[in-house]
T-cell receptor, first 114, second 115 residues
């Protein structure tokens, strides 16, 4: 009955590799997000999708490519991983109702690039 | 652009002490304001929110009042517990013209409560 789930929870990989992180929400929400949290806990939005369409792209390198096969899923693919990509990545979702403020976060994926 | 500034942590308190975590913001218009909490190893959870000036958000003994005149939204709790140890994020909602919202977060404040 998990609301927002992410896989994997931990990901350790070498520089130059390509990896994907998956996110699924079973809340029926229309909008989904990816956030990056660095080692100092600073949290920054990367992307937002609404009904499978990209609506926010916060100057993230082209190596990061989100993909939304349906409105319940938003996956994040990263090419040519770099050391600076090491962080915790959080997926979140929100209903499309403008008066519903809450974003529901997944448990995070800790990515370590060596 | 919009921004949120929080006091740096960690904030270290003994159980039953009074808590204040300061948060101020810079934004155009009238944003909604939020406090999110992140317990160790977990994602963020909404703690409380306020959508207009002088609103008070409250939940689990925590309170914060939207102060437009001082552009602040300080988090308070009268008596903290060890289980309150977590990282607390202040955030504002930047509503774009299209209606799609974006949250802008502060840097987070770690709270450590000892028995």
């Amino acid at each position: 009955d998990t609301a927002v789930s992410q896989t994997p929870k931990y990901l350790v990989t070498q520089m130059g590799n390509d990896k994907s992180i998956k996110c699924e929400q079973n809340l029926g929400h229309d909008t989904m997000y990816w956030y990056k949290q660095d080692s100092k806990k600073f949290l920054k939005i990367m992307f937002s999708y609404n009904n499978k369409e990209l609506i926010i792209n916060e100057t993230v390198p082209n190596r990061f490519s989100p993909k939304s096969p349906d409105k319940a899923h938003l996956n994040l693919h990263i090419n040519s991983l770099e050391l600076g990509d090491s962080a915790v990545y959080f997926c979140a979702s929100r209903p499309s109702d403008r008066d519903r403020d809450e974003q529901y976060f997944g448990p995070g994926t800790r990515l370590t690039v060596t | 652009g919009d921004s949120v500034t929080q006091m740096e942590g960690p904030v270290t308190l003994s159980e039953e002490a009074f808590l204040t975590i300061n948060c101020t913001y810079t934004a155009t218009g009238y944003p909604s304001l939020f406090w999110y909490v992140q317990y160790p190893g977990e994602g963020l959870q909404l703690l409380l929110k306020a959508t207009k000036a002088d609103d008070k958000g409250s939940n689990k003994g925590f309170e914060a009042t939207y102060r437009k005149e001082t552009t602040s939204f300080h988090l308070e709790k009268g008596s903290v517990q060890v289980s309150d140890s977590a990282v607390y994020f202040c955030a504002l909602r930047h509503r774009r013209n299209t209606g799609f919202q974006k949250l802008v977060f502060g840097t987070g404040t770690r709270l450590l409560v000892s028995p």
